[in-house]
């Protein structure tokens, strides 16, 4: 059984620092693709980062500058880097894994979600 468990969420001022990290446990073949979405109330969850297995990554343009994503493929985990943090990055963020199993398919994983709160 495959888990994702994030940390690494709290409160913090606007123009502060979080690091976000997702660790991916259980039997499988190997990770594909990982990223981290958020959702904040009342919005639809959105795409913040993604890193592809090969290190290439992509950002929504909001955080694009502040926000680095990064992997350690040894210690299957996924961090998220967020600097110079806004009010409006205040949401639950998500980890999310394409996992591909021991038997050759490819499944998408949800991490729990950790909640980031920036005040003003």
């Known amino acids: 059984q495959v888990q994702l468990v994030e940390s690494g969420g709290g409160l913090v001022q606007a123009g502060g620092s979080l690091r976000l990290s997702c660790v991916v446990s259980g039997i499988f073949y190997s990770i594909n693709a990982m990223g981290w979405y958020r959702q904040a109330p009342g919005k639809q969850r959105e795409l913040v980062a993604g890193?592809?297995?090969?290190?290439?990554?992509n950002y929504v343009d909001s955080v694009k500058g502040r926000f680095t994503i990064s992997r350690d493929n040894a210690r299957n985990t996924v961090y998220l880097q967020m600097n110079n943090l806004k009010p409006e990055d205040t949401a639950v963020y998500y980890c999310n894994a394409d996992i591909r199993t021991l038997r050759g398919y490819d499944n998408d994983y949800w991490g729990q979600g950790t909640q980031v709160t920036v005040s003003s």
């Open positions: 890193i592809t297995s090969g290190g290439n990554t």
